[in-house]
């Protein structure tokens, strides 16, 4: 087996787990927590910049937290 075979089956591995972490209720707790993260995250950017780039901070924070309100199944882009 090559060295990119067996990288290829260690992603596919760790894609199964990541999927079956994302359904636990250990995901959920993550999520929430990941998206009281961005908040604060966008909150202090937007702080530190004086709400010049407040549209493109709420935008991008809206795209992840978009992503975590899908139970982290890869649909597409997130919509706003």
Not at 55 to 67: A, Q
Request: no cysteine; aromatic share 4%; proline share 4%.
């Amino acid at each position: 087996m090559s060295f990119l075979d067996k990288a290829k089956e260690l992603a596919e591995q760790a894609k199964e787990k990541a999927a079956e972490f994302a359904q636990s209720p250990a995901g959920d707790k993550a999520r929430e927590l990941a998206a009281k993260g961005v908040d604060a995250a966008a909150s202090g950017i937007d702080k530190v910049t004086g709400g010049k780039y407040t549209d493109k901070i709420e935008t991008v924070s809206n795209k992840v937290e978009g992503f975590l309100d899908k139970d982290g199944k890869p649909e597409g882009d997130a919509k706003p």
